[in-house]
């Protein structure tokens, strides 16, 4: 086989390299996005421009250092700039508070990914009637408005339901994430 | 300043916290609280991890969500995210919403009205999109402790599912007509069987024989494996022993090394190469004549194992000339030959050199019959095959041969048009197993359900038809997109495994491909690249694109016609 010239091979090897390191980071990094962005569509907007600018700006990485602190720059700056495109009829942080929440957030990503695994326990232990809703509430398209309507009961039985559910959740994540590092 | 949790917030602040998640603050309320954010780290830390939490919710409800809720909801019309329903729409509405959300309601508040609404007219549309046969035996893919790893000629009987090289044996019994078989155990002992015979699996450590004629090589790893007779236990103590079962009465000949067994109640012995012993049900076990019994042979057998797959690789070169002629093959790749410039010829006839693909980072490997065929491997995250393929199409089949190692990604790539421009396919596997299928429809359409999703489309997806411990398994899998029929079909080894309608609001006609890749999702860095780490982790053998809806038996055709191991 003859040599591909050698510009295509490190264009190759850095592309290969920079899809390695987000492959490896980017539920991290999703997790990062989500905890100051309250619309799941954003998240995914700005996932996609974070890592448009990250191949961007690759070159610019230093090897040596930790590709997860670098990827969070980037994110909270790209977060930032797309928050002034955003549409408006979902809710963004004004810009003092999305800056300040990013920031503190870059700090969090183990307390985050200690929080997940956390949620997967308490999911668990969770009855299973109760899982069943969470997760009906939480399915793509379903509005619980039409939920309640469909089964007769009114949007507001729901939403209690829904909320009493959810912060049994944060309460359950919390206790055992907490207590955790108390113990440590 | 009190610890940072939900419970420790003053009451309004957790009320502006549900109401954000709910999606329905208002003004004011995102304001104080955005200023309590400013004054307030504490809040600021509730915040973050109730988003988080929020976030993580939607993702898991997304992921396992009922798949036909999950189709469904991605195939009906569904009303605008924030319209409210009007009250006198709740006739209507039923239509809208699918049954298996009725099912779940039903469910969770304990009305079961589940029967009635299934004599609903509005049924039908959920019925159709819902694959009509259900998914694999799941028998047949749990996870085994052996494996078949050569059939030589091979004929089961009737009522037992044929048995594939490469397929993992759980606890079972098998039953092989006639022909011969060779297992290899994870323990590393290895069984030949010679048909007729009947064997029972227990673990990767013992099995039963309980008829016919098996022999056993034993490295010194699994010294200690356990082959039981009718009546007795024989502990294999390294190396080569022959059983036979014929009408109860068993015979065991050492052929190399020892063993010990135990016949009925009789002392344990000791037996040596050359050592031979007839084991009658109801009597004690005597000495007897070693080469009374001809055992299968393992080294004839690979003999003939090898000489059989050269066979195979002959005839499906055959079916390979033939396939490549026929007028409605668009492009059809082979993977066994990449030239020095890294390019992967069609060999589609006559040759269109620009259909040629561009190899990039896949590695050539042993195809389905080593030493003779190759494969590419998309192990790598970067691996890929570059296509162009220019025209307009009025069907789609994609078949190929593929071993997956692992479905390590979301969505693992097969065929993706690069773009997903309207007419464009994607084609892939998700990592339950479920292969997918989908055209645009029409990419300047929003999706009706994923405001971030590029365009009107809709995903077939077909029932699991891949497990973990199919791993390193070669399949063939086929998927059809037929607008004349308006259907999408899934097939896995030449079996139909799902059948979907293509309702009206997703009809296309016009079929395109132009830039795609085999194997990765292409040109990832022009809209969303970390979506696009859609590599295989696997290889792919063959992989043909028609201009034409296969039908069932045609699929069932192309399988028997390249398959290897064929009786």
């Given at each position: 086989?003859?040599?591909p010239d050698s510009n295509t091979r490190d264009e190759d090897a850095r592309y290969e390299a920079f899809v390695r390191l987000f492959a490896h980071h980017e539920a991290e990094l999703r997790r990062f996005a989500g905890s100051f962005l309250p619309s799941w569509g954003d998240v995914d907007e700005l996932m996609q421009r974070a890592a448009l600018a990250m191949w961007r700006k690759f070159e610019q990485f230093d090897q040596d250092s930790q590709f997860i602190k670098w990827a969070c720059v980037v994110t909270r700056f790209e977060a930032l700039a797309y928050r002034r495109k955003m549409a408006r009829d979902r809710h963004v942080f004004r810009e003092d508070v999305l800056e300040l929440m990013a920031e503190e957030a870059a700090e969090e990503l183990e307390q985050r990914s200690a929080e997940r695994d956390a949620l997967e326990s308490c999911l668990l232990?969770?009855?299973?009637?109760?899982?069943t809703f969470v997760m009906l509430a939480y399915t793509p398209g379903v509005k619980i408005k039409e939920l309640a309507e469909e089964a007769g009961a009114t949007s507001a039985a729901f939403y209690m339901r829904l909320k009493r559910l959810r912060s049994q959740l944060l309460e359950c994540v919390e206790a055992k994430t907490l207590q955790a590092k108390e113990t440590r | 300043m009190k610890e940072p949790r939900f419970d420790n917030l003053r009451e309004e602040e957790r009320e502006w916290i549900d109401a954000l998640l709910n999606d329905e603050i208002d003004e004011p309320s995102f304001n104080e609280l955005q200023q309590r954010l400013l004054q307030r780290p504490e809040l600021r830390t509730v915040v973050r991890r109730s988003l988080a939490l929020h976030h993580e919710l939607q993702e898991r409800a997304a992921e396992t969500s009922d798949d036909s809720l999950h189709s469904w909801n991605e195939a009906a019309p569904h009303p605008e995210p924030d319209k409210i329903v009007p009250i006198s729409a709740t006739n209507d509405f039923r239509r809208f919403l699918p049954i298996a959300i009725a099912a779940s309601l039903a469910f969770v508040f304990g009305l079961l009205f589940m029967s009635a609404t299934n004599r609903d007219e509005t049924n039908g549309s959920l019925a159709q999109t819902r694959p009509q046969t259900p998914p694999e035996d799941p028998e047949a893919s749990a996870e085994g402790f052996a494996v078949v790893r050569n059939l030589f000629e091979a004929r089961w009987p009737a009522d037992q599912k044929a048995l594939g090289e490469g397929e993992s044996l759980g606890a079972e019994t098998l039953r092989l007509e006639a022909g011969v078989a060779e297992i290899q155990f994870y323990s590393g002992?290895?069984?030949?069987?010679?048909?007729?015979?009947?064997?029972a699996f227990k673990s990767a450590w013992e099995a039963t024989c309980l008829e016919g004629a098996v022999r056993m090589r034993v490295p010194p790893a699994a010294r200690g494996f356990r082959l039981h007779g009718p009546e007795t236990e024989i502990v294999d103590l390294g190396t080569e022993f022959g059983l036979q079962v014929r009408d109860g009465a068993a015979h065991v000949e050492v052929i190399d090394?020892?063993?010990?067994?135990?016949?009925?109640?009789e002392p344990e012995r000791l037996v040596r190469k050359g050592g031979a012993w007839t084991l009658p049900v109801d009597a004690n076990a005597q000495p007897g004549n070693q080469g009374q019994i001809a055992f299968p042979d393992a080294g004839n057998f690979s003999?003939?194992?090898?000489?059989?797959?050269?066979a195979d690789f002959e005839r499906w070169t055959r079916h390979r000339d033939t396939l490549a002629a026929k007028p409605d093959v668009i492009a059809y790749y082979t993977f066994d030959r990449v030239d020095p410039a890294a390019l992967l010829a069609s060999v589609a006839e006559p040759h269109n050199p620009e259909l040629d693909g561009a190899v990039v980072l896949a590695e050539t490997t042993a195809g389905r019959w080593p030493g003779m065929k190759q494969a590419l491997e998309f192990r790598r995250p970067g691996s890929r095959v570059r296509v162009?393929?220019?025209?307009?199409?009025?069907?789609?089949?994609?078949?190929?041969?593929?071993?997956?190692?692992?479905?390590?990604?979301?969505?693992n790539a097969l065929f993706m048009g690069d773009g997903y421009e309207t007419g464009e396919p994607h084609w892939q596997i998700r990592d339950d197993g479920k292969l997918m299928l989908s055209v645009m429809v029409d990419d300047t359409r929003p999706n009706p359900h994923h405001a971030q999703d590029a365009g009107f489309h809709r995903v077939y997806y077909s029932p699991p038809i891949w497990e973990q411990s199919m791993s390193g398994q070669w399949m063939h899998l086929t998927s059809v997109f037929d607008p004349q029929r308006r259907q999408v079909t899934h097939h896995a080894n030449?079996?139909?495994?799902?059948?979907?309608?293509?309702?009206?609001d997703y009809l296309i006609d016009t079929l395109?491909?132009?830039?795609?890749?085999?194997?990765?999702?292409?040109?990832p860095f022009r809209e969303t690249p970390w979506f696009a780490i859609r590599n295989l982790n696997g290889r792919i053998d063959e992989l043909v694109i028609l201009d034409a809806a296969l039908s069932e038996s045609d699929i069932a055709q192309l399988y028997e016609d390249s398959r290897a191991g064929r009786p």
């Amino acid at each position: 086989m003859s040599e591909p010239d050698s510009n295509t091979r490190d264009e190759d090897a850095r592309y290969e390299a920079f899809v390695r390191l987000f492959a490896h980071h980017e539920a991290e990094l999703r997790r990062f996005a989500g905890s100051f962005l309250p619309s799941w569509g954003d998240v995914d907007e700005l996932m996609q421009r974070a890592a448009l600018a990250m191949w961007r700006k690759f070159e610019q990485f230093d090897q040596d250092s930790q590709f997860i602190k670098w990827a969070c720059v980037v994110t909270r700056f790209e977060a930032l700039a797309y928050r002034r495109k955003m549409a408006r009829d979902r809710h963004v942080f004004r810009e003092d508070v999305l800056e300040l929440m990013a920031e503190e957030a870059a700090e969090e990503l183990e307390q985050r990914s200690a929080e997940r695994d956390a949620l997967e326990s308490c999911l668990l232990a969770m009855p299973e009637k109760q899982r069943t809703f969470v997760m009906l509430a939480y399915t793509p398209g379903v509005k619980i408005k039409e939920l309640a309507e469909e089964a007769g009961a009114t949007s507001a039985a729901f939403y209690m339901r829904l909320k009493r559910l959810r912060s049994q959740l944060l309460e359950c994540v919390e206790a055992k994430t907490l207590q955790a590092k108390e113990t440590r | 300043m009190k610890e940072p949790r939900f419970d420790n917030l003053r009451e309004e602040e957790r009320e502006w916290i549900d109401a954000l998640l709910n999606d329905e603050i208002d003004e004011p309320s995102f304001n104080e609280l955005q200023q309590r954010l400013l004054q307030r780290p504490e809040l600021r830390t509730v915040v973050r991890r109730s988003l988080a939490l929020h976030h993580e919710l939607q993702e898991r409800a997304a992921e396992t969500s009922d798949d036909s809720l999950h189709s469904w909801n991605e195939a009906a019309p569904h009303p605008e995210p924030d319209k409210i329903v009007p009250i006198s729409a709740t006739n209507d509405f039923r239509r809208f919403l699918p049954i298996a959300i009725a099912a779940s309601l039903a469910f969770v508040f304990g009305l079961l009205f589940m029967s009635a609404t299934n004599r609903d007219e509005t049924n039908g549309s959920l019925a159709q999109t819902r694959p009509q046969t259900p998914p694999e035996d799941p028998e047949a893919s749990a996870e085994g402790f052996a494996v078949v790893r050569n059939l030589f000629e091979a004929r089961w009987p009737a009522d037992q599912k044929a048995l594939g090289e490469g397929e993992s044996l759980g606890a079972e019994t098998l039953r092989l007509e006639a022909g011969v078989a060779e297992i290899q155990f994870y323990s590393g002992a290895t069984m030949v069987v010679e048909g007729p015979a009947e064997i029972a699996f227990k673990s990767a450590w013992e099995a039963t024989c309980l008829e016919g004629a098996v022999r056993m090589r034993v490295p010194p790893a699994a010294r200690g494996f356990r082959l039981h007779g009718p009546e007795t236990e024989i502990v294999d103590l390294g190396t080569e022993f022959g059983l036979q079962v014929r009408d109860g009465a068993a015979h065991v000949e050492v052929i190399d090394g020892e063993i010990s067994f135990k016949h009925r109640a009789e002392p344990e012995r000791l037996v040596r190469k050359g050592g031979a012993w007839t084991l009658p049900v109801d009597a004690n076990a005597q000495p007897g004549n070693q080469g009374q019994i001809a055992f299968p042979d393992a080294g004839n057998f690979s003999a003939l194992a090898a000489n059989r797959r050269r066979a195979d690789f002959e005839r499906w070169t055959r079916h390979r000339d033939t396939l490549a002629a026929k007028p409605d093959v668009i492009a059809y790749y082979t993977f066994d030959r990449v030239d020095p410039a890294a390019l992967l010829a069609s060999v589609a006839e006559p040759h269109n050199p620009e259909l040629d693909g561009a190899v990039v980072l896949a590695e050539t490997t042993a195809g389905r019959w080593p030493g003779m065929k190759q494969a590419l491997e998309f192990r790598r995250p970067g691996s890929r095959v570059r296509v162009r393929i220019p025209g307009e199409f009025s069907a789609f089949t994609f078949a190929a041969w593929v071993r997956i190692d692992s479905l390590d990604r979301r969505y693992n790539a097969l065929f993706m048009g690069d773009g997903y421009e309207t007419g464009e396919p994607h084609w892939q596997i998700r990592d339950d197993g479920k292969l997918m299928l989908s055209v645009m429809v029409d990419d300047t359409r929003p999706n009706p359900h994923h405001a971030q999703d590029a365009g009107f489309h809709r995903v077939y997806y077909s029932p699991p038809i891949w497990e973990q411990s199919m791993s390193g398994q070669w399949m063939h899998l086929t998927s059809v997109f037929d607008p004349q029929r308006r259907q999408v079909t899934h097939h896995a080894n030449g079996k139909r495994v799902s059948v979907q309608e293509i309702e009206e609001d997703y009809l296309i006609d016009t079929l395109r491909i132009g830039n795609g890749e085999i194997g990765n999702w292409g040109e990832p860095f022009r809209e969303t690249p970390w979506f696009a780490i859609r590599n295989l982790n696997g290889r792919i053998d063959e992989l043909v694109i028609l201009d034409a809806a296969l039908s069932e038996s045609d699929i069932a055709q192309l399988y028997e016609d390249s398959r290897a191991g064929r009786p």
